[in-house]
């Protein structure tokens, strides 16, 4: 079956202790992208990448970190995680942006 | 920028009711536009989609047509039901190379038997 997985899909922890969410497609997607989703904000748009070894920012990068090692695989990082990093967290997979992504279940993180 | 507005929700409907949700949007270039649609505790599933102006996507009885000239991509359904309460987002393709996707703020339906 064509998905993205992403795990965890609930998550709790501390203010300043490291944290990786990982995210898999299995669909031979180039692009892959992260977005976080608030109450009355939407959803914005983190990091993205177009191909491996290819990301770049997208419009609330801060507190965040990513990588594109392989095709299938996009990790999003929080390196010192802070409260108002609590959010709904999805991974997104599209082999041509215009045709539309395939998204993730969701990662909830609360900070505390 | 490019941009995207929704009608506010909630939306709420009688079983077997028409639905409108508006969405307008601002762009560059030929983007292309998407309603996504989020059931509740999942992730957001691609419910149609439209590539160029006057295409018409549709899905599930769900129908959305491309208007250029009113900057438009509203999402119709002749009959709803109690099933297809969910929050919708229309949803455009940024411009440039980033395959980045902007959101409308979302529009929680709910239907009532």
């Known amino acids: 079956e064509a998905q993205v997985t992403q795990n965890p899909r609930y998550l709790i922890t501390v203010t300043g202790k490291k944290l990786t969410v990982t995210c898999s497609q299995n669909?031979?997607?180039?692009?892959m992208s992260w977005y976080r989703q608030d109450p009355g904000l939407g959803l914005r748009q983190i990091y993205y990448?177009?191909?491996?070894?290819?990301?770049d920012k997208g419009d609330v990068p801060e507190g965040y970190k990513v990588s594109r090692k392989e095709k299938r695989n996009f990790p999003l990082i929080l390196e010192s995680p802070s409260p108002n990093q609590t959010s709904l967290y999805f991974c997104?997979?599209?082999?041509?942006?215009?045709?539309?992504?395939?998204f993730g279940s969701g990662t909830r993180l609360t900070v505390v | 920028g490019d941009s995207v507005t929704q009608m506010e929700g909630p939306v709420t409907l009688s079983e077997e009711a028409f639905l409108t949700i508006n969405c307008t949007y601002t762009?560059?270039?030929?983007?292309?536009l998407f309603w996504y649609v989020q059931y509740p505790g999942e992730g957001l599933q691609l419910l149609l989609k439209?590539?160029?102006?006057?295409d018409k996507g549709s899905n599930k009885g769900f129908e959305a047509t491309y208007r250029k000239e009113t900057t438009s991509f509203h999402l119709e359904k002749g009959s709803v039901q109690v099933s297809d309460s969910a929050v919708y987002f229309c949803?455009?393709?940024?411009?440039?190379?980033?395959?980045?996707?902007?959101f409308g703020q979302g529009t929680t339906l709910q239907v009532k038997p």
């Open positions: 997104a997979s599209s082999q041509r942006g215009a045709d539309g992504y395939t």
């Open positions: 669909m031979n997607h180039e692009y």
């Open positions: 990448s177009m191909n491996v070894e290819v990301t």
């Open positions: 762009a560059t270039g030929y983007p292309s």
């Open positions: 439209a590539t160029k102006a006057d």
């Open positions: 949803a455009l393709s940024g411009s440039g190379n980033t395959g980045k996707l902007i």
